[in-house]
């Protein structure tokens, strides 16, 4: 017994100082780079930490500083939205490595240098951790080299000015339909959850361009929704809806496991059956039509994508004549989601800063006015308007949204050679193979010294919870020479891999924007227990529950893969004259 005591004590302290030996070793490695460098017991990508960092994070924040800093408020994946670029001015440097007994982690907010590794050959995406994507087969997400370019050439077919106009009518067209529904709903035009919905108007805007199926608002009905058809497969937008609401679910159960005689189970199950089935249908038939719908100048996003995948993937240097029927299934759907959370959840803080700076609402709407004229909304267009107002207000109010709110937190690469780059002052550095490397937008976004802070006394932005919001201010896009400012943050990604679907989103943005203030008006709603307490002067109510909200934008902000608003802000949606 005690041999066995003794043997395991010895094997553990074997392990111990071969892991302290390679922390060390690790170190001397990320030293190498010649940014300031620090010991950090984690690594952002381990799974362990990340399945464990949300519940335990906050606990180890309570030891002391010296214990944690500067690696824990880098190695809390989810709270660097919230933290911002503070990390990087604790340690005075927009650049530095992190090394742990697991490998090094270079972080950056430095957009130079971001830019070199989004660009560089000899840095790419780790895919490998990407693969619970692979609902069908393998993506365009999830592959790299020459497979990721068959991918993106089918993918980025799909992107051009006939699709934009497309996004643009649907848009328009989606959001009449949610004003609408927003008016005869029995809350008479409040809107409790505003991301609930707007979650729904891109999946909706989506669904019209990808797949040429539009849904309709009226149609989502409880009751619709549980009832099959006659041949038991349920209708498409359904088994749609279901999909992309439990995606999360499909992505970590085998397939097997959605079988078991379990409701909820099943019921995804079988969405994702007729869903495939339906994917595999269209692409089945705009194999068998392709010659009249090449012919076509507009085709759905699921066309080009089919049609190019098919046909098209092997054109240059892919070893593939065509891609498998599986990838292009995958293709699609990737496409789906990529644009799915990230364009809702920006759509969502677009309607509540609205809402919380009315100001700003009555330029746009002054712009709108200016822009569009008395045309009805079906004589507007992408190509005539979209231009003017996206280098007008609304575009600038946009711009301001993504910097401050941008879904996306991070990128991730990894170098798989020694890479050079060059930072800011001209200095050369070499960043060892093998080493992480985390391009983060938050912290770029907040640089304070790129993106002056509005004008108040720390004491009211303590009082307003250092919230976001307080630094919201669209006029700083309106006098900036052009490009600038766009270098030094990039909601849409650097480089190659950067998104194919930036111009979709920001027009169907736009659009939305503007088919919501043409007529009306978002405001935030003052509820009687708030009049009372202020004796009922409506405007010292109204200001208080804009502070309230301003504090709702930092506290009730959360980060699971996308930065997305949790909490509730009811507004409402009245006639433009009544501000
Ligand atoms: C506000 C909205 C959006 C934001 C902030 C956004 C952001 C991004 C970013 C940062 C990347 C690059 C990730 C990386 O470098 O690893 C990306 C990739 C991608 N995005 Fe978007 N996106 C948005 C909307 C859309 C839309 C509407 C679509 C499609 C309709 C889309 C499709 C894609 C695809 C397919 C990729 C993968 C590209 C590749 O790996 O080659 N995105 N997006």
């Known amino acids: 017994m005690l041999y066995l005591a003794l043997s395991a004590t010895t094997v553990i302290a074997i392990l111990v100082v071969h892991r302290l030996f390679t922390w060390q070793r690790n170190f001397g490695v990320a030293k190498s780079a010649g940014f300031p460098t620090f010991y950090s017991p984690v690594h952002t990508q381990e799974i362990w930490w990340l399945a464990i960092q949300g519940w335990i994070g906050p606990y180890i924040e309570r030891l002391p500083r010296t214990w944690t800093r500067p690696w824990l408020p880098f190695a809390r994946l989810w709270r660097l939205w919230h933290v911002g670029h503070e990390p990087f001015s604790e340690v005075g440097s927009d650049t530095l490595l992190l090394a742990s007994p697991s490998g090094n982690t270079l972080w950056t907010c430095d957009a130079m240098i971001a830019k070199q590794l989004y660009s560089s050959p000899t840095v790419q995406t780790p895919v490998e951790s990407l693969k619970f994507l692979n609902i069908w087969g393998p993506s365009i997400s999830t592959v790299e080299g020459q497979e990721w370019r068959a991918h993106r050439r089918a993918v980025t077919n799909g992107f051009n000015s006939f699709t934009y106009e497309m996004a643009w009518e649907e848009a328009v067209f989606q959001t009449i339909g949610l004003v609408e529904s927003w008016k005869n709903d029995e809350n008479n035009s409040m809107v409790s959850n505003v991301q609930h919905w707007t979650l729904r108007h891109a999946l909706h805007v989506l669904s019209g361009v990808l ?51 379990v409701k909820g189970l099943q019921q995804v199950g079988q969405a994702l059956a007729d869903l495939t089935f339906y994917l595999e249908s269209m692409r089945a038939s705009t194999v068998k039509e392709s010659e009249i719908i090449m012919a ?86 992408c190509e005539k308007d979209y231009p003017s107002l996206e280098q007008g207000i609304t575009g600038a109010f946009l711009k301001e949204v993504l910097r401050l709110y941008c879904p996306i937190e991070f990128g991730i690469r990894h170098t798989v050679a020694p890479t050079q780059i060059t930072d800011s002052s001209g200095k050369q550095h070499t960043i060892p193979s093998n080493t992480t490397c985390v391009m983060n937008l938050s912290a770029a976004s907040q640089n304070p010294s790129i993106w002056p802070r509005s004008n108040i006394s720390d004491d009211s932005r303590r009082k307003l919870h250092n919230s976001h919001a307080i630094d919201f201010n669209p006029k700083r896009w309106l006098n900036e020479v052009k490009g600038t400012k766009h270098q030094m943050f990039w909601p849409f990604g650097k480089g190659y891999r950067k998104c194919p679907g930036r111009r979709f989103a920001q027009v169907s943005i736009m659009a939305t924007i503007a088919t919501l203030l043409k007529n009306h008006s978002i405001r935030l709603v003052v509820d009687e227990k708030t009049i009372l307490a202020h004796g009922g002067n409506a405007d010292q109510a109204h200001m208080a529950t804009r502070e309230k909200t301003i504090c709702q934008l930092e506290d009730e902000v959360e980060v699971y893969l996308n930065v997305s608003m949790k909490g509730s802000v009811p507004v409402e949606i009245v006639p433009r004259t009544q501000f």
């Open 211 to 261: 797949f040429n199926q539009r849904i309709m608002w009226q149609t989502e009905s409880r009751k619709e929704m549980n009832q099959p058809r006659g041949n038991d497969r349920q209708s498409f937008s359904n088994a749609l809806i279901t999909v992309v609401s439990r995606v999360g679910l499909i992505m970590v159960t085998p397939r097997i496991l959605l079988r078991l005689p």
């Open 296 to 381: 076509q100048s507009r085709k759905s996003l699921l066309e080009s994508i089919v049609l190019a995948g098919e046909f098209d993937a092997g054109n240059s240097d892919s070893p593939h004549n065509s891609l498998p029927k599986d990838s292009i299934l995958g293709d699609i759907f990737v496409t789906l989601l990529a644009g799915h959370d990230t364009t809702g959840n920006t759509l969502a803080f677009t309607i509540l800063l609205l809402a919380v700076y009315p100001e700003h609402q009555e330029s746009i709407q002054a712009e709108l006015d200016e822009i569009l004229g008395d045309r009805a909304s079906d004589q507007w267009s």
